[in-house]
C-alpha cells in the first residue's frame, strides 16, 4: 500500500512539473538573453526525475520528512521564475554549503542565475571549493555592461583581480593629492628639458658596442648580431672601462639566459639587474676620480616613510609601493659621506622618501623595478611612479628646508630636478623620467626602450643608458644638489 501511495504521489508530481514546464517554456522571459540555461533546464528536468535513482523522492536522497520543504522550494522557484530575472544590485554572500549538501533544486537554480556551486570533494574528504557571484561595483569594474551603478561579469569576460586592481590605483593616484600622471612616450607636449634628458641617456643606442670588443662579441657569441661600421676594430686596444663592461656584459647576458630557461621568478631575474647596475655605475677605472660616487641598494623590503610623502586619495594615503633597487649618492665617497654626516649631525631627518636607518641616509637619484617575464608592465610602472612621487615630495622637503636656512623666501622658480625611473620586465629594459610641476603634480613619462637581455647588443645597450646616467648624476645633478640642499643644510645650525 505504501509503494503504491508513493508510486501515486510521484506520477502526480510528475505530470505538475510537466505542466509548470509547458507554462514556463510559453514565457517571454524564456526568449531573453542570458536564459538559455534555464530551457535547458526545464527541457531536461522532468527526464531526469523519471529515474528513480534520481527521483526527488528517492528514498537514498531524501525522506519524507523533507519531502514538504523541498515541494515548498519547487513551488516558490517556479512561481519566481514566472517573472523576468532583474540585474542583482547588491553582491550576494557566497553560498555556505557544498554542493552536495544543497537540494538538488537549489543547485540548478544557482547554475541558472550564474552561481557556480561548489563541488565537494571525493568522499567527503577536504574542503570544497565555493566561488561567488561575479558582482562588482562600477568603480571596480568599468568596462562591462552596468545597471543601476553595478555590473555583472561573466565568467569568461572577466580580469583578474589584480589586474583590475592595478587599474584602480591608476585611477586614484591622477586625482590625488597631489596628482600623479602617466604621460607616454609618445605624447609630444613633454617639457623641454625632459625631452633633451631622454635623449642625451639613450644617445649612442644605434651603435653601443665599444669598437674595441667587437670581435669578441662575435668570436664568444658567433649567433649574435651587431650593427657594422666602417671603423675596422682590430687595432683598437681594450681599455679598463671596456674590459669592465665586457665582464658585466657576459655575466649579465648568460644570467638572464639561464633566467628564462629556467622560469626565475622576481628574485632571481634581479641577479641580472644588479649584475648590470653595479658594472656600469661603479666605474673603477684609474683615471676615474671618483671611483665610489654611487650606491646601489636592494629596497625591497624598505618602505616609503614618512607616510605624509605618499599622495592621498580622500583623505586615505594611496596604498604604499615598494621598488627593488635604489641608485644614490654613496657615503664612501669622501666629499659626499662629509656632507652626509655634518646634516645628520644637526638634523633628524631623511634625505631620501624612506626612514630606513641606511637607506634614508642617502640621496636617491633613480629607482629599478622587477618583473619577471610572466609580470605585468603596469604594476612596474605603478610601484615606480608612487616611489619616485614620494621622492620628489621629500626633496621639495630638503628644499625648502634649506632656503629657510638660507633666509630666502619662497620657492625656487627652476624647481627640482627630475628622477629616472627604470622598469626590467624579464628581458624588456624601459627608461621613465619623473618631474614635479610647481603646483605639485607629478608626470612620470615613459617608456622609451632602453635595451633588452636577450642579445649581446641589447645588453651593451642597457650599459649605455647607465652609463649615461651616471654622467648625468654626477655632472648635472650633483652640482646642483650641492648648492641647494648639501650645503645649506650641512653648514646650518639647529634653530637657525
Given at each position: 500500500m505504501t509503494s503504491k501511495l508513493k508510486r501515486s504521489k510521484r506520477e502526480s508530481i510528475h505530470s505538475w512539473l510537466d505542466e509548470v514546464a509547458d507554462s514556463l517554456s510559453s514565457c517571454d522571459c524564456l526568449h531573453e538573453p542570458g536564459v538559455t540555461g534555464r530551457q535547458d533546464m526545464l527541457q531536461t528536468w522532468p527526464q531526469q526525475h523519471t529515474n528513480p535513482s534520481m527521483s526527488i523522492f528517492s528514498q537514498h536522497s531524501r525522506t519524507e520528512t523533507q519531502q514538504?520543504?523541498?515541494?515548498?522550494?519547487?513551488?516558490?522557484?517556479?512561481?519566481?521564475?514566472?517573472?523576468?530575472v532583474p540585474q542583482r544590485k547588491l553582491r550576494p554572500r557566497a553560498e555556505k554549503r557544498s554542493g552536495s549538501d544543497m537540494p538538488e533544486m537549489t543547485r540548478k537554480k544557482a547554475n541558472i542565475e550564474g552561481i557556480e556551486t561548489s563541488r565537494a570533494s571525493p568522499r567527503g574528504k577536504g574542503k570544497a571549493k565555493s566561488s561567488q557571484v561575479q558582482f562588482e561595483r562600477v568603480d571596480d569594474r568599468d568596462d562591462h555592461e552596468t545597471e543601476a551603478g553595478y555590473s555583472y561579469y561573466h565568467p569568461e569576460s572577466r580580469y583578474s583581480?589584480?589586474?583590475?586592481?592595478?587599474?584602480?590605483?591608476?585611477?586614484?593616484?591622477?586625482?590625488?593629492?597631489?596628482?600623479?600622471?602617466?604621460?607616454p612616450f609618445g605624447e609630444q607636449n613633454r617639457p623641454q628639458s625632459v625631452t633633451e634628458l631622454f635623449r642625451d641617456l639613450v644617445k649612442g643606442n644605434e651603435q653601443p658596442?665599444?669598437?674595441?670588443?667587437?670581435?669578441?662579441?662575435?668570436?664568444?657569441?658567433?649567433?649574435?648580431?651587431?650593427?657594422?661600421?666602417?671603423?675596422?676594430?682590430?687595432?683598437?686596444?681594450?681599455?679598463?672601462?671596456?674590459?669592465?663592461?665586457w665582464k658585466a656584459m657576459t655575466e649579465a647576458f648568460n644570467e638572464a639566459t639561464k633566467a628564462q630557461r629556467h622560469g626565475y621568478d622576481e628574485n632571481g631575474w634581479s641577479g641580472v639587474v644588479k649584475t648590470l647596475l653595479k658594472g656600469s655605475l661603479n666605474d673603477m677605472a684609474p683615471d676615474n676620480p671618483r671611483p665610489h660616487m654611487f650606491e646601489v641598494s636592494d629596497v625591497?623590503?624598505?618602505?616609503?616613510?614618512?607616510?605624509?610623502?605618499?599622495?592621498?586619495?580622500?583623505?586615505?594615503?594611496?596604498?604604499?609601493?615598494?621598488?627593488?633597487?635604489?641608485?644614490?649618492?654613496?657615503?664612501?665617497?669622501?666629499?659626499?659621506?662629509?656632507?652626509?654626516e655634518n646634516i645628520h649631525r644637526r638634523w633628524d631627518l631623511s634625505l631620501s622618501q624612506t626612514e630606513d636607518p641606511l637607506v634614508g641616509y642617502e640621496c636617491q637619484i633613480a629607482a629599478i623595478e622587477i618583473k619577471s617575464p610572466d609580470g605585468i608592465y603596469d604594476s612596474s610602472s605603478l610601484q615606480l611612479a608612487t616611489w619616485l612621487a614620494a621622492g620628489l615630495e621629500n626633496m621639495r622637503l630638503l628644499q625648502a628646508r634649506a632656503r629657510e636656512v638660507q633666509g630666502i623666501q619662497g620657492e625656487d622658480e627652476n624647481g627640482l630636478l627630475p628622477f629616472i625611473g627604470i622598469t626590467a620586465v624579464g628581458h624588456v629594459w624601459s627608461l621613465h623620467i619623473a618631474s614635479k610641476e610647481k603646483d605639485g603634480t607629478v608626470r612620470l613619462y615613459g617608456p622609451l626602450p632602453m635595451g633588452d637581455t636577450c642579445s649581446g647588443f641589447g645588453v651593451f645597450q642597457i650599459l649605455n643608458v647607465l652609463g649615461r646616467v651616471r654622467t648625468w648624476g654626477q655632472n648635472v645633478y650633483f652640482p646642483w644638489l650641492k648648492e641647494n640642499i648639501l650645503s645649506p643644510l650641512a653648514g646650518a645650525t639647529v634653530g637657525v
Open positions: 514538504p520543504t523541498l515541494l515548498r522550494r519547487i513551488a516558490k522557484y517556479t512561481r519566481s521564475s514566472m517573472d523576468p583581480s589584480g589586474n583590475i586592481s592595478i587599474r584602480r590605483q591608476h585611477v586614484q593616484l591622477r586625482f590625488s593629492t597631489p596628482a600623479v600622471h602617466f604621460v658596442i665599444p669598437n674595441s670588443l667587437r670581435n669578441l662579441l662575435k668570436a664568444r657569441y658567433p649567433s649574435d648580431f651587431t650593427i657594422e661600421t666602417g671603423d675596422n676594430p682590430t687595432d683598437v686596444g681594450v681599455s679598463h672601462h671596456d674590459d669592465q663592461l625591497q623590503t624598505v618602505s616609503i616613510g614618512p607616510v605624509s610623502l605618499v599622495p592621498v586619495r580622500h583623505g586615505c594615503p594611496i596604498p604604499l609601493k615598494k621598488v627593488d633597487f635604489s641608485i644614490s649618492f654613496s657615503r664612501d665617497d669622501p666629499e659626499i659621506g662629509h656632507f652626509y
